[in-house]
């Protein structure tokens, strides 16, 4: 299936050179300093690896004690990985808008759940596409289909692994995205692969080989749905939430299998190393820590701290760790920045992420700004106000976030460094701090409201209903 939009390729001359003459890559591997002239290379093959529902913290390479990711952290090993990087949203369809678009929530319009991707919006495959890219996409979540619009700039795009929460998906995806491989490969052009892997999501589906998690608690039932286990009374247990855990870890685990062997097709066939390959997720997951399971409803850190790993073609500054916070919504700029493919000023809301790794100078990077204006419906005659849809922007900056209520504007200050489960709300004992980030969160807001793109609504099918409920997005 293609993308909807049509628009002429072009091969674009390539000549590989990074935000301000800061990197070059020549050939896709060799690489000149700051200063040097552009020379003519080969575009990099790009691969987009998004596994959905993983937190940063339950990641080897993040601090995971369990053997979790063993083919990320190798990645990492050898790449770029980002301490704090943070999605632009709690839940999968705005924050993979916002990886495709560089734009924030607000500004491409897809926050709530029965919004499309606006034709109007140009995505990352296009840009790529227009650039002399072949493009071709595995998706395992109904709600980045095709019927949403997220195939947009793409040639092939396969989704029929999306099956919702019960359906284990990892092995075919994988085999669909080697097999694509090949097809991209093929058509003798520089690639581009987007991959997203769906299993870590609820339902957490034992993989009892990796061993992680022991007998299930008899309150522990999927038949209860994730909208019964958010109500359970009295709550979960110190055990019950463990095997919660232990059953995701074992879906993350099985999902990184799937990952190793993905990349192990690229090293067979001599991809690898000349290859532009980022793994990352839509967002994180929480397990009670603010007594709530699953996701879509607030910017605690659980829910929007998650992994970024850029390995750059023939391995520059592997092994490296940015410390700075930093977001998703920088992705397309980042990725186009290392190829080389120039766009106008002020087309991303986020600039790329170049600069942090490939100069000795270190600045401060800008502010992280978060959003949430989810609109389901969780059960609302059982829970609180307290876990009601929250209409939500955080801003972080070093070690601090403000979150403010976009409709009533409250706002909370947190030392997410020192107080990293957001127990202590500090903005009483630090008032010009808040007032300085309450200040930018309300410029952001201002400036992502201005002109967003044109609202694109379609009513949710009777199966795309039926699915979204078992997810835990809608009430049963």
Known sequence: MSGRKSRASRFWMPLLVGRMGRIALVGAVGILGCGSKPVPVSQPNIVLIV???LRADHVGSYGQSRPTSPSIDALAAGAIRFERAYSSAPWTKPSVASMFTGLQPSSHTVIHLERNLPESAVTLAERLRDAGYATGAVVSHDLIGSAFGFDQGFSHFFEDQARGHRHVSTGAVTQQAEDLLDTLRAERAPFFLFVHYFDPHFAYLRHPEYGFAGERPRRIDWKRGIGGLRVLDPPPDAAEIAYLESAYDEEIRY????IGRLLDRLRARNLFDDALIV????HGEEFYEHGWLGH??????????VPLVIRVPGGMGGGSVVKEPVSLVSLSATVLDIAGIAVPGGTFQADSLTHLWSV??????????IEVDFEGQFMSALLSDRFKPKHELAVIRGGHKLVMNKRTGDVAL???VRDPTEDHDIAAREPTLTAELLASAKRKLAQVTIAPLPVDVRG???EQTESLQG???LEE
């Open 51 to 53: 596994v959905d529902t």
């Open 255 to 258: 999902t990184d299998a799937g």
């Open 279 to 282: 793994v990352t997720s839509d």
């Open 296 to 305: 879509t409803i607030g910017v605690t850190e659980e829910l929007v701290r």
């Open 360 to 369: 000795s100078e270190k600045h401060e990077s800008p502010p992280v700004f």
């Open 414 to 416: 947190y030392d997410v």
């Open 460 to 462: 949710l099918t009777g």
């Open 471 to 473: 997810l835990g997005y």
